[in-house]
């Protein structure tokens, strides 16, 4: 399936709610998706405005984009599988017991 590239105006309104100014639609889709990119750092950091910047803007539609954007905004990271283990939050360690076979388990009993 071909990716329809977001337009401008379409990148502008995305941008809309991570400022607290209304922002000046652009005719540049470069200059509006750097615009977004500069906004959704300040919000969520660099590193992850990385990741979360190109999943946005390769949606297919308009609608996934701004499901994308809200996800982010709203629930932070979107892959918890990559968070690390906080200290003193770690999985028990269980003790690993040998297993005895049937022949074993029948001499120990006799």
């Known amino acids: 399936m071909k990716i329809k590239a977001l337009t401008a105006a379409q990148i502008d309104t995305l941008a809309q709610p991570l400022s607290e100014t209304p922002i000046e639609f652009t005719t540049s889709a470069k200059k509006a998706g750097d615009n977004l990119d500069h906004l959704l750092a300040a919000q969520i950091g660099t590193d992850r405005a990385a990741l979360d910047f190109t999943s946005i ?39 690993i017991t040998p297993a005895i076979g049937k022949r074993q388990a029948i001499l120990d009993q006799a």
Do not use: C, H, S
């Open 57 to 95: 803007m390769i949606a297919e539609t308009f609608d996934q984009a701004e499901a994308r954007l809200t996800l982010v905004l709203d629930y932070g990271n979107t892959d918890p599988a990559g968070e690390p283990i906080r200290a003193g939050e770690e999985e028990p360690k269980v003790a």
